[in-house]
C-alpha cells in the first residue's frame, strides 16, 4: 500500500510542477510583450537554471524575468539591471 501512495503523491506533484511552469512560462512572457510594447507571439522565452527565472527577447529588447505562482495567480516582473 506504501508504495502506491508514494507512486501517487510524486505523480501528483510532478504533474503540478509541469503545469506551473507552463503558467510560469505564460507569465514571462505577457508581463514581457507588455514591458517591450510587443505582440506576445514575437516574445522568446528560454528558461534558466533557476526556478521562475527567464531570459526574455523580443521586438529588438530583452530582459531577465522572474515569475511565480501564489494562491492560484501567476505574475511576473523584470529583474532591475538586467
Known sequence: MRPTLVALLTGSLIGSLTGCAGKLD?????QAAADFKCPEDQVA????????KYHVTGCKQKGVYSAQCLMG???AERLRGK
Not at 45 to 52: H, I, K, Q, S
Open 26 to 30: 505564460n507569465a514571462a512572457r505577457a
Open 73 to 75: 495567480k501567476c505574475s
Open 45 to 52: 522565452l528560454t528558461r534558466d537554471e533557476v526556478y521562475g
